[in-house]
């Protein structure tokens, strides 16, 4: 490789890029390579429309060969963008790529600078740092580490269940846990989905055995992850398997225990039907669980809670044996290279608002119950109906509960529309009411969408845009007694209406889950300032994670619908296969190193390092860094009271001379 | 009090992951601030030497913003605590050097925290353009100026009693 | 425990019977009210109306009458009066240009104010700072049988009080209930009276007035409290021009005051109830005492 | 609908455009000749008559024309009618900033127990303000109703201060004097503020009286069984209530008014 060091001179290319208008429309971009062209040791300064176009890396190249360059500075956009472009260039020049350095004068200059004249005197001044600084920079290698080829995909929802066989398809093994009972999310409590009306549970279920019944899927349900440790492509996972006092490899699903339950009536809310019916203490989540294995809640069973039960569960199971009160917590720690999140969302609990009166009034439902009165296997078999039994006559649907308001949740949660609409023409299938749909903006830009908006319009559903201020049982009008009156203003007609119904259907909207902090710093993930997981770029990484071999699928990541949510997953399992197809990543060498002839052996670096890849050389006496280990955060080296640690890419020089730099140029 | 061309001078050292991000976020989002703080990148907060905060001073900065992950959220599990740590005892160390607090701010600014990273520039201009200007290296030349005749006419009794002292010993 | 009281203009006129059962309640909780020195009125809604720096200045010099009595918090009754301070209180510390304009025009008439004052409202007071615990010890008549339409109108809870829920408020329902009455469910216990409309645009103000009392009717209340003396007026006065313009919808108003005095075991005649337009019934299975 | 908006609200069609339908050159000579009953009630001589047949046929308290006179406006907007800047206005005073993120949800409109009287609701209003129709915003009479009751502040999912750009609107009303001179709601206010001004108190008999003075005698007689009851169960103080220190007070609004720069002495 050309180092171009003639008698160890230094010899600097500087390019500023216009890129486009976005720099040089706030940036003077000839000026400032005019001033950077009169600093020491810079040979050429150009300033160029693309700086990462082909011709623009050519232009660097092609100096770096004319003009015998070994430092090459690029003024343009943020290095997290670029970095990487722009360091292949040079190395395609002949020079070592880490003999580059970039300065960041879009994101930190001109887009956030109202005045010509201080934005380019900051170009000046960032741009005369990186100069400084590049001058220290040595060539270094990058390392490889090797992939451990196995994915763990957290949450079994519909995102983590299309991840987990994308990938298992493909012939990686790969780890599905799941908190609860069973796999299936939110989508397997729906009845139909939108646009398209087809039976969620006849779309759903085939992969949800699917999962079960594949060789490369380990399920564990009723299981979460407690610990990760580790880095992309050697992740060490240890997953809490609760007891669910069943045994999963022995219950064939027969339900008999339930049958046979010392309890002889559901006493407690189903969770899969929202607390809209009963359940016993040992139960089966749904019809189509899977695993379609009985579980038993530990908090309500008489066995489990006291140790005085009859066991009639016990005597049903018989030879089986299935059932097993002495369970325990188990630990279990399993190595992988990445790991999928898709934990999800939690509905936003309506009681929040309590000017729509749920929980207040009983015909008040929020959109997931009036989903689960809708399904046939719900608790009213099918029947849309009040709670005394009466089926509705008019029906009023409040959209945005929790969702655009600057005092719950000031997101769109992007699907209330669409499933409202489809709610709205449930219920007209199944009953003869009116239903009136109270909207601030309906949005439907989903494909198909707007037809079903359409369809919607055409099959006489009443829409009122006005946000609903509040419902009451208080009558002003005789045909308002008895019934629940809603109070809004019809923005389009432009008056207050009063609206008597006798259902109100909340579309409330969706939530990070509760602990989603908690799992962010489990896999150390950042969180938007809603709590959703923040994607590595918005645009261009939308399932990573700033976290190398984490990726995020689902709603987690924010609202978002079926389709979605299953796009984003085959790409976070993508993402994924590209690394263990790869078979190992480059790291950057930004390692940290001991010079031990400074090094006084006084340790204090020694508990500093979260990675432990410092240890001490008792024959020598000094420090020593693992560098495999080294994830380079560098607060070692600004510990080390004698400067024997020394950061590769962070040198004390190189950042003492950038500082010179920035305060350089007045 | 100053000149009135005078702006304030701000060095600024963020982590890659977390304050370095959002201030691309804040660029990305066009959220208009004051140029004057000049950002050096490092892996971590808990790369910020002392020394660089002094260095920045010493050379002309008339105040440094260090931009980390928030406590626990660290990219590095707890980088920022090392931070935090050793800014605390800077933070004493300047204020006997006479250097208001203001001057030296530690943040936490997560990635998402765009909007945070603009109101935190811009109120630190103002808190520092209320300040006036450190001037610490004209500062150091006026004490210099004054030194100097004193460290020579110390050096000059030194000497002195030192040509006294074998004298004295003799007696 | 010692408050600085500010009575504000209504508990002076139309409102007298507000501070006639305020001030022996408190007294008999052992609460102790110190009239603002040369208090004046806060303003009320009329005042920002016209000018909203001028409603600023007039309603700091209160406060800085009570920051100069000494650390105790401010105590307003009415709402109107409770809301106005408060919303200066805060609108002094959020927007510079209001507190600049405030400090020179107290700094004219050599007061300070520094923003240290509380301004709480007897509910807030009686509920956190007294307890319905004291409370309780000191009924000797519970109000046992009687139906109270639990009423704190608009500006009691909206927008700056911290102490209660703007939506379902429920600090009157506690305390009336720990003094033995019967609490009704009534939704619109934070529904606008109509303020002064009342008197301004009738038909629009009484109309408001009109569903009140009609709903507390049909709840089977016998009596709404209130917390304010404007909605104390309104619900009392124009029972006739309602009654004439929309049909029959009967009963009292008292201050929720007035029916702790009661159960303290107060005279009706020491708490200012001869003063409603709409007498109270007497209590239920309660010998016509007194 | 629209000849009721006209006559009762008070809002002024451009008379050259306002025709009945039928003997269209006639009634538009009728229609320019408005009779001042009150500011807030301009009524043609039509109408007029309307009202009083309505009324001995027995009609009430309706005040309505029993036949609904059509009459056609020009509802179109130039940019010429826009007030350039006086959005920007609004928003610059102390909680109204928000006014801009208003998405038109209606809100406000539905929690305000007053919108029904409105001819504009409050959602009307932020759209009009913050699209500089000045004119149109200061003569509705959507301000004068606000009771100041704070449910659409509180609502409001956006965190508008609608209460506050209300007072706003009211006080540029007074200022630019398009209020409706014997609207008895600015009167009151206006009234209260001299009351306070000079004595520091306010005593409410004295205020109703100059109320009623100032706006409708008839309301005054008409209110004396409300009068009577409050001498009866002994609220009516007639005794002037006012401050000490009186001055202390005049200095001090007199600072408010000269500091802050604005021109406020208009009222």
């Known amino acids: 490789m050309n180092t171009n060091h003639r008698n160890g001179e230094v010899r600097i290319g500087f390019y500023i890029c216009h890129c486009g208008h976005n720099i040089a429309g706030m940036v003077d971009c000839p000026a400032v390579a005019h001033y950077i062209a009169k600093l020491p040791g810079v040979v050429v300064s150009r300033d160029y429309k693309y700086m990462c176009s082909d011709p623009g890396q050519e232009l660097i190249q092609q100096d770096i060969r004319e003009h015998q360059l070994n430092r090459v500075v690029v003024a343009s956009c943020s290095p997290l963008l670029h970095e990487h472009t722009f360091r292949n260039a040079v190395a395609a020049g002949g020079l070592n790529p880490f003999y580059f350095q970039m300065v960041n004068i879009r994101e930190h200059d001109s887009w956030v600078c109202t005045d010509r004249g201080e934005a380019t005197a900051k170009a000046k001044s960032l741009s005369h740092a990186a100069v400084c600084r590049v001058r220290f920079h040595r060539a270094l290698e990058t390392t490889r580490v090797p992939i451990h080829p196995d994915v763990l995909v957290v949450g079994g929802g519909i995102a983590g269940i299309h991840a987990a066989l994308t990938l298992g398809n493909a012939g990686k093994k790969v780890y599905l846990v799941e908190r609860d009972p069973s796999i299936g999310g939110h989508m397997a409590q729906f009845d139909k989905t939108f646009p398209t009306l087809d039976c969620a549970a006849c779309i759903l279920t085939p992969k949800m055995s699917a999962v079960r019944a594949h060789e490369n899927i380990t399920l564990w349900s009723y299981s979460e992850v407690v610990k990760v440790s580790g880095y992309v492509g050697n992740y060490t996972v240890t997953v809490k398997r609760k007891p669910r006092y069943v045994n999963e490899e022995l219950c064939v699903g027969c339900l008999e225990c339930i049958q046979a339950c010392i309890y002889k009536e559901g006493k407690f809310p189903d969770e899969f039907n929202v607390g809209l019916s009963k359940r016993k203490p040992i139960y089966i989540p749904f019809p189509q669980a899977v695993p379609p294995v009985v579980v038993i809640d530990p908090e309500r069973c008489l066995q489990v809670r006291t140790g005085k039960c009859k066991k009639t569960c016990l005597e049903a199971c018989a030879d089986r044996k299935a059932i097993d009160f002495t369970q325990k917590e188990e630990l279990v720690e399993i190595k992988v290279g990445n790991i999928i999140v898709a934990t999800g969302f939690k509905l936003f609990d309506a009681k929040r608002i ?13 959109a997931i119950e009036l989903e689960r009165l809708v399904n046939s296997s719900g608790p009213t078999a099918g029947e849309i109906v009040l709670r005394d039994g009466r089926p509705p006559k008019s029906v009023g649907m409040i959209l945005c509960v929790g969702s655009r308001d600057m005092k719950t949740n000031r997101w769109c949660s992007r699907t209330c529309c669409m499933h409202s609409m489809k709610l709205a023409q449930l219920v007209r299938e199944h009953t003869d009411a009116d239903v009136t749909v109270f909207y601030m903006d309906i949005r439907a830009p989903g494909k198909g969408c707007e037809e079903f908006y359409d369809k919607s319009l055409k099959e006489g559903i009443q829409f009122v845009r006005g946000r609903v201020a509040e419902v009451t049982d208080w009558a002003l009008a005789p045909e308002e007694e008895g019934k629940l009156v809603i109070r809004v203003e019809d923005t389009l007609a432009g008056f207050v209406r009063r609206i008597p119904v006798d259902m109100i259907v909340l579309a409330t909207g969706m939530e990070p889950q509760a602990d989603a902090q908690e799992v962010r710093r489990l896999f150390n993930m950042s969180c938007g300032t809603e709590g959703w997981f923040l994607e590595k770029h918005p645009k261009l990484a939308p399932v990573s994670t700033f976290t190398d071999g984490v990726f995020i ?29 790869k078979g190992y990543i480059e790291q950057e060498p930004n390692t940290a190193y001991i010079v031990e002839a400074d090094c006084s052996g006084c340790k204090s670096c020694i508990p500093l390092c979260p990675y432990t890849a410092i240890s001490f050389d008792d024959a020598k006496q000094k420090a020593q860094i693992n560098e495999a280990l080294c994830k380079g955060c560098g607060t070692c080296v600004a510990a080390c009271p004698s400067a024997s640690i020394r950061q590769n890419l962070f040198e004390d020089e190189e950042i003492f001379s950038e500082i010179e730099g920035v305060l350089a140029y007045v | 009090m100053s000149d009135p061309k005078w702006q304030p001078r701000i060095v600024a050292f963020f982590c890659n992951w977390c304050t370095y991000t959002a201030a691309d976020l804040a660029g990305v989002s066009r959220l208009k601030h004051a140029s004057n703080a000049r950002v050096i990148r490092l892996m971590c907060s808990g790369r910020v030497d002392p020394q660089f905060i002094l260095d920045a001073l010493a050379k002309g900065a008339d105040g440094v913003l260090i931009g980390g992950c928030h406590l626990g959220d660290c990219h590095y599990g707890e980088g920022n605590y090392k931070t935090l740590r050793r800014f605390q005892m800077l933070q004493r160390l300047l204020r006997d050097m006479g250097i208001e607090d203001q001057r030296v701010r530690l943040e936490w600014i997560s990635a998402s925290e765009g909007e945070r990273v603009k109101t935190v520039i811009n109120d630190m201009v103002e808190q520092i353009r209320a300040l006036g200007p450190l001037n610490l290296p004209q500062r150091r030349q006026d004490w210099d100026r004054e030194m100097t005749p004193l460290a020579e006419a110390a050096g000059e009794s030194e000497s002195a009693e030192q040509r006294a002292e074998p004298e004295a010993a003799h007696a | 425990m010692k408050y600085s009281y500010f009575p504000g203009c209504s508990l002076k006129g139309l409102g007298r019977a507000y501070e006639e059962s305020l001030l022996p309640v408190m007294q008999h909780l052992g609460v102790e009210l110190v009239e603002l020195d040369d208090w004046n009125c806060c303003g009320a809604t009329a005042y920002m109306s016209v000018d909203e720096t001028k409603a600023a200045v007039l309603a700091a010099r209160n406060l800085a009458i009570a920051e100069k009595a000494g650390p105790h918090d401010l105590m307003a009754p009415c709402s109107a009066c409770y809301l106005v301070l408060n919303k200066t209180k805060h609108n002094i510390a959020d927007f510079p240009e209001i507190n600049a304009a405030v400090q020179r025009a107290l700094g004219n008439a050599n007061l300070t104010y520094s923003g240290n004052v509380p301004v709480r409202h007897p509910l807030d007071v009686l509920v956190h700072d007294v307890g319905l615990d004291a409370i309780k010890e000191k009924v000797v008549r519970p109000l046992k049988g009687l139906k109270v339409a639990p009423y704190y109108g608009c500006q009691t809870v909206r927008p700056y009080a911290t102490f209660d829920d703007a939506w379902n408020p429920t600090t009157m329902d506690r305390l009336l209930a720990t ?112 | 609908m629209q000849a009721k908006k006209q006559g009762l609200c008070g809002r002024r069609a451009a008379s050259n455009s306002a025709f009945p339908w039928g003997d269209a050159q006639k009634m538009a000579g009728l229609c320019q000749r408005k009779v001042r009953l009150s500011a807030a009630h301009q009524l043609s001589l039509k109408e007029l008559r309307g009202i009083i047949i309505a009324w001995f046929r027995g009609g009430g308290h309706s005040q309505r024309p029993r036949h609904i006179m059509m009459r056609i406006e020009r509802r179109i907007k130039y940019e010429g009618d826009r007030v350039r800047g006086f959005a920007k206005e609004i928003m610059s005073v102390s909680g109204c900033e928000q006014l801009q993120s208003c998405i038109q949800c209606g809100t406000c409109s539905g929690t305000c127990p007053l919108s029904i009287y409105m001819d504009f609701s409050p959602r009307q209003v932020v759209a009009l303000v913050r699209a500089d129709f000045k004119n149109e915003v200061l003569r509705s009479h959507t301000v004068w109703l606000c009771a100041s009751c704070y449910a659409c502040t509180v609502e409001c999912p956006r965190q508008i201060r609608i209460t506050d750009i209300m007072y706003a609107l009211k006080q540029r009303a007074i200022q630019e004097g398009i209020y409706p001179k014997r609207f008895p709601i600015a009167v009151l206010a206006k009234e209260f503020y001299e009351m306070v001004r000079r004595q520091g108190r306010i005593t409410e008999m004295l205020l109703v009286m100059r109320l009623f003075l100032k706006t409708n005698w008839g309301a005054a007689l008409g209110s004396w069984r409300l009068g009577l009851g409050v001498i009866r169960t002994g609220r009516f103080g007639i005794r002037p209530e006012h401050i000490e220190r009186r001055a202390e007070l005049a200095a001090m609004l007199a600072t408010a008014n000269s500091g802050d720069g604005k021109p406020k002495e208009r009222v």
């Open chain 1, 553 to 581: 699928a689902g709603c987690c990541q924010g609202p978002k619908d079926i389709p979605d949510s299953i796009a984003q997953s085959g790409a976070a399992a993508a993402e994924a296969m590209a690394l263990i197809d």
């Open chain 3, 179 to 290: 003094v033995g009455a019967e609490v009704v469910h009534f939704p619109l216990k934070t529904k606008c009276c109509g303020g002064s409309l009342t008197g301004t645009v009738p038909e629009a103000g009484l109309r408001l007035t009109y569903i009140l009392l009609k709903e507390a009717v049909r709840r089977g209340a016998d009596v709404i409290a209130t917390a304010c003396p404007l909605c104390q007026f309104n619900l009392d006065a124009y029972q006739d021009q309602i009654n004439r313009r929309w049909g029959p919808a009967r009963i009292a108003t008292v201050y929720f005051t007035q029916l702790m005095g009661l159960a303290f075991g107060l005279s009706p005649k020491q708490l200012g109830l001869k003063r409603n337009f709409v007498p109270m019934k007497p209590l239920p299975a309660e010998p016509a005492t007194v």
């Open chain 1, 354 to 366: 309590p000017q729509y009166g749920y929980g207040l009034y009983p015909n008040v439902v929020t």
